[in-house]
Antibody, heavy 119, light 111 residues
Framework: QVQLQESGPGLVKPSETLSLICTVS????????WTWIRQPPGKGLEWIGY???????NYNPSLNSRVTISVDTSNNHFSLSLPAVTAADTAVYYC?????????????WGQGALVTVSS | NFMLVQPHSVSESPGKTVTISCTGS????????VQWHQQRPGRGPTTLIY?????PSGVPDRFSASIDSSSNSASLTISGLKTEDEADYYC??????????FGGGTKLTVL
């Protein structure tokens, strides 16, 4: 059974960089496609971006200039980096697997990690 | 920009059937794959329906989905409602750039 687990700091100061890792177990990261989604408190889901196992990326244009997603096949995880955060970046961040890229088709999700941006 | 519009909330009684709509703002929703995701209170999302009407293993056949091209909308139908079905439901598709698009979510209350 494939499982995804988000990890990283739960508190980030404004203007600093939010960094999260999604560790994949029960399957290899060297196939399929991997994605990040976030959910501000009390609001809906917002897609952040995805990456293929070979490193091809596609990002939400509303975040494009700020976000970087990378993949580490040797450690079976992928990462999210979001610099210059503000309070608007406070959210639960989810990682997920895409069984297919076109169309983007979800199958497994992580449990989520709450990240609060505050001084 | 392509958007998916869902009702903010719906409610129905246990044992009944409820339908949640998801309307595309432009184009043809029927030509895009629509998925549905469930998010129970305090939990992360799980995928309920993919490829219009396919269910991952473990999802009961009380959950079904359809597309109505004439109204440019997709629908999720839940029959035999149970209290455990109380959750937020999100439709999801994509646009011509292959960007993932989520609907705003519908809160289902089973009362």
């Amino acid at each position: 059974q494939v499982q995804l687990q988000e990890s990283g700091p739960g508190l980030v100061k404004p203007s600093e960089t939010l960094s999260l890792i999604c560790t994949v177990s029960g399957g290899s990261i060297s196939s399929y496609f991997w994605t990040w989604i976030r959910q501000p408190p009390g609001k809906g889901l917002e897609w952040i971006g995805y990456i293929s196992y070979s490193g091809i990326t596609n990002y939400n244009p509303s975040l494009n200039s700020r976000v970087t997603i990378s993949v580490d096949t040797s450690n079976n995880h992928f990462s999210l980096s979001l610099p210059a955060v503000t309070a608007a970046d406070t959210a639960v961040y989810y990682c997920a697997r895409l069984r297919r890229l076109t169309p983007p088709t979800f199958d497994y999700w992580g449990q989520g990690a709450l990240v609060t941006v505050s001084s | 920009n392509f958007m998916l519009v869902q009702p903010h909330s719906v409610s129905e009684s246990p044992g009944k059937t409820v339908t949640i709509s998801c309307t595309g703002s432009s184009g043809s929703i029927g030509s895009n794959s629509v998925q549905w995701h469930q998010q129970r209170p305090g939990r992360g999302p799980t995928t309920l329906i993919y490829d219009e009407n396919q269910r991952p293993s473990g999802v009961p056949d009380r959950f079904s989905a359809s597309i109505d091209s004439s109204s440019n909308s997709a629908s999720l139908t839940i029959s035999g409602l149970k209290t455990e079905d109380e959750a937020d439901y999100y439709c999801q598709s994509y646009d011509f750039n292959n960007y993932v698009i989520f609907g705003g979510g519908t809160k289902l209350t089973v009362l």
